[in-house]
């Protein structure tokens, strides 16, 4: 649940931000057709639907495009600390807990 509460708290941070190309040539899969882009970089959430659950009622909600871009935890920290994605979800509390602390 912390995992999803993160998620959640992070899309609400990022909802507004101006979206871009940063990772768009990198999408795995896109979910949504709304006027809002997000990227999301993870892993098995991407592989076994999670992410897809999860944008059904928001997306149209919030008009928002979602682009997940396919990284284990490493990599997903490296693209969001330089700002190549706008969400993480990934499978380390500790780590999640210093990029939001360092505004990441």
Avoid at 99 to 104: E, L, R, S
Wanted: hydrophobic share 50%; proline share 5%; net charge neutral.
């Amino acid at each position: 649940m912390h995992v999803l509460a993160l998620l959640l708290a992070l899309i609400a941070s990022f909802m507004f931000a101006p979206g871009d190309a940063r990772c768009a040539d990198a999408c795995e899969a896109r979910y949504g057709k709304g006027q809002r882009p997000l990227t999301l970089a993870t892993g098995s959430p991407g592989e076994l639907g999670l992410l897809s659950a999860l944008t059904d009622g928001f997306a149209p909600r919030e008009d928002a495009t979602l682009c997940w871009v396919k990284a284990g935890t490493g990599k997903a920290l490296d693209l969001l600390r330089d700002g190549k994605v706008d969400l993480i979800m990934v499978h380390a509390p500790a780590a999640e807990k210093k990029a939001v602390a360092d505004g990441w």
